[in-house]
């Protein structure tokens, strides 16, 4: 990686979701922990140089071996589970061929002889430049109890769960759901938790006989590892896709939007506000950035920038990308016509527009539709609709009238100021030399009182 190289972190934590079985006995207690597969190389969100890498999981039940008939490993879509590798408790695949570099996306499903299942999917990046330190991959251990244990009444029962690898700051808000006999039951607080180095637990009093089945969260995992990629970049960019829920369903049914991809972003933004910016990379916390696809899945641009708007103001996103929709053959969406290209450079002029000139989103000139129009620039767009009867005058305008004007830019405001300390800006040639954009702001403002005796078209 050569020393202007931007390090930079894709991180799409994804949390495993599965259930559990257990049997009935008389006078019983049976809790149960969904069997897990672990975090695995190329770790989540992780980037390796090697285009060849072993794909492996672990099965974290401790019951019964893998079925090999169960198992199923997609490197990018493809099933390669043929060419697997399926042991007692492991499965891995090695690539044949080098992976292209980029990004790449597994899915790996097991099941053992006694019937839990496992399912994992992750992302990594292949990058012949990048630097072999990566954040450690963290994971579950095997729980306690384990899974369909047996345990008789006693002194109550203690719920645990583990990191493989131990974390820098102790989990939080871990959550804990019972199940008796397929009914929820009550569950502990917050507050009932013990947080230690490797993990957490919960004591709970003796439960009633039944069959129970305890599906354990611990956040912190996915928190701990967006702060270490923190650590070791100076850009992080965690890809929405969509600008919402509903939309990112149908176009990437596998991702959950809040869970996955908008919190991660969330804890990032947190992390800078809380901690020291000596802990990042190079003494700073890393910048964040996001993109979503354009066109694939029917959103409109009202849904797309109300979201960048949020994370704009919110979370301090210091960059949103667009990424106009183009079909690929063999795929669910090949059928779906190819987005104007046009749309994608409006929606850039139009973020810029909220990160750096003041606008809020009622400002955008939205149709009906939710759509901004593809043949004007957005910002002349508002211009037309404001400022034709209102033409602001250049030598009393504040900086935020200032950055309404088309062709007055950051650095033309800051220079418009300049030049008014140093006397009165009275026709275009004035704003030429002081490098604003002359014909474009023409229309829409006033020189000493007037309106500017020369414009060019806007068209």
Same mark, same amino acid.
């Given at each position: 990686?050569?020393?202007?190289?931007?390090? *930079? *972190?894709? %991180?799409?934590?994804?949390?495993?979701?599965?259930?559990?079985?257990?049997?009935?006995?008389?006078?019983?207690?049976?809790?149960?922990?969904?069997?897990?597969?672990?975090?695995?190389?190329? *770790?989540?969100?992780?980037?390796?140089?090697?285009?060849?890498?072993?794909?492996? *999981?672990?099965?974290?039940?401790?019951?019964? &071996?893998?079925?090999?008939?169960? @198992?199923?490993?997609? @490197?990018?879509?493809?099933?390669?589970?043929?060419?697997? @590798?399926?042991?007692?408790?492991?499965?891995?695949?090695?690539?044949?061929?080098?992976?292209?570099?980029?990004?790449?996306? @597994?899915?790996?499903?097991?099941?053992?002889?006694?019937?839990?299942?496992?399912?994992?999917?992750?992302?990594?990046?292949?990058?012949?430049?990048?630097?072999?330190?990566?954040?450690?991959?963290?994971?579950?251990? #095997? #729980?306690? &109890?384990?899974?369909?244990?047996?345990?008789?009444?006693?002194?109550?029962? %203690?719920?645990?769960?583990?990191?493989?690898?131990?974390?820098?700051?102790?989990?939080?808000?871990?959550?804990?759901?019972?199940?008796?006999?397929?009914?929820?039951?009550?569950?502990?607080?917050?507050?009932?938790?013990?947080?230690?180095?490797?993990?957490?637990?919960?004591?709970?009093?003796?439960?009633?006989?039944? !069959?129970?089945?305890?599906?354990?969260?611990?956040?912190?995992?996915?928190?701990?590892?967006?702060?270490?990629?923190?650590?070791?970049?100076?850009?992080?960019?965690?890809?929405?896709?969509?600008?919402?829920?509903?939309?990112?369903?149908?176009?990437?049914?596998?991702?959950?939007?809040?869970?996955?991809?908008? !919190?991660?972003?969330?804890?990032?933004?947190?992390?800078?506000?809380?901690? #020291?910016?000596?802990?990042?990379?190079?003494?700073?916390?890393?910048?964040?950035?996001?993109?979503?696809?354009?066109?694939?899945?029917?959103?409109?641009?009202?849904?797309?920038?109300?979201?960048?708007?949020?994370?704009?103001?919110?979370?301090?996103?210091?960059?949103?990308?667009?990424?106009?929709?183009? #079909?690929?053959?063999?795929?669910?969406?090949?059928?779906?016509?190819?987005?104007?290209?046009?749309?994608?450079?409006?929606?850039?002029?139009?973020?810029?527009?909220?990160?750096?000139?003041?606008?809020?989103?009622?400002?955008?000139?939205?149709?009906?539709?939710?759509?901004?129009?593809?043949?004007?620039?957005?910002?002349?767009?508002?211009?037309?609709?404001?400022?034709?009867?209102?033409?602001?005058?250049?030598?009393?305008?504040?900086?935020?009238?200032?950055?309404? %004007?088309?062709?007055?830019?950051?650095?033309?405001?800051?220079?418009?100021?300049?030049?008014?300390?140093?006397?009165?800006?009275?026709?275009?040639?004035?704003?030429?030399?002081?490098?604003?954009?002359?014909?474009?702001?023409?229309?829409?403002?006033?020189?000493?009182?007037?309106?500017?005796?020369?414009?060019?078209?806007?068209?």
């Amino acid at each position: 990686m050569t020393p202007r190289a931007r390090r *930079c *972190c894709f %991180v799409n934590t994804i949390p495993e979701i599965a259930t559990a079985r257990c049997a009935h006995a008389i006078f019983s207690v049976f809790l149960a922990l969904a069997s897990a597969l672990l975090f695995t190389p190329p *770790c989540m969100a992780g980037t390796t140089p090697n285009a060849q890498p072993e794909i492996f *999981c672990e099965f974290s039940s401790n019951r019964a &071996p893998i079925d090999r008939d169960s @198992v199923r490993i997609e @490197v990018d879509g493809r099933d390669v589970t043929k060419d697997a @590798v399926v042991q007692p408790w492991r499965v891995s695949y090695t690539p044949a061929a080098p992976l292209s570099p980029g990004r790449h996306f @597994v899915r790996v499903t097991v099941m053992d002889l006694e019937g839990a299942q496992g399912v994992k999917q992750w992302e990594f990046t292949v990058d012949p430049d990048a630097d072999e330190s990566q954040p450690a991959a963290l994971a579950f251990a #095997p #729980p306690t &109890p384990a899974n369909g244990a047996v345990l008789t009444h006693g002194d109550g029962i %203690v719920i645990a769960a583990k990191w493989e690898t131990p974390v820098s700051a102790p989990p939080r808000n871990p959550n804990l759901k019972l199940f008796r006999n397929g009914v929820p039951a009550s569950a502990p607080g917050p507050g009932s938790w013990s947080y230690h180095g490797e993990g957490v637990s919960v004591s709970l009093p003796d439960l009633p006989p039944g !069959r129970y089945a305890a599906v354990l969260s611990m956040p912190g995992a996915e928190r701990d590892q967006v702060y270490r990629a923190m650590q070791l970049a100076d850009r992080i960019s965690i890809n929405l896709e969509a600008p919402n829920t509903r939309r990112l369903a149908d176009l990437a049914p596998h991702k959950i939007f809040l869970e996955e991809l908008l !919190r991660p972003l969330q804890w990032a933004d947190e992390i800078r506000r809380t901690q #020291p910016a000596q802990l990042g990379w190079n003494g700073k916390w890393p910048s964040l950035a996001t993109q979503f696809v354009v066109g694939a899945v029917g959103e409109n641009d009202l849904e797309i920038l109300s979201t960048t708007a949020y994370l704009i103001k919110q979370l301090r996103l210091a960059r949103t990308y667009f990424s106009a929709f183009s #079909p690929v053959l063999n795929t669910p969406l090949e059928n779906t016509p190819p987005e104007n290209p046009w749309r994608e450079h409006r929606l850039y002029q139009a973020s810029f527009l909220l990160r750096d000139y003041g606008f809020d989103l009622e400002d955008l000139p939205f149709a009906q539709s939710g759509f901004l129009p593809l043949d004007v620039d957005p910002k002349i767009a508002w211009a037309q609709q404001n400022l034709r009867e209102r033409p602001i005058e250049l030598n009393r305008a504040d900086r935020r009238e200032l950055l309404r %004007v088309p062709g007055i830019g950051p650095k033309g405001a800051e220079s418009i100021l300049t030049a008014r300390r140093k006397g009165t800006l009275r026709d275009l040639k004035d704003l030429k030399a002081i490098g604003v954009l002359a014909y474009r702001a023409a229309p829409f403002v006033l020189l000493n009182g007037r309106r500017p005796a020369w414009q060019l078209p806007l068209w």
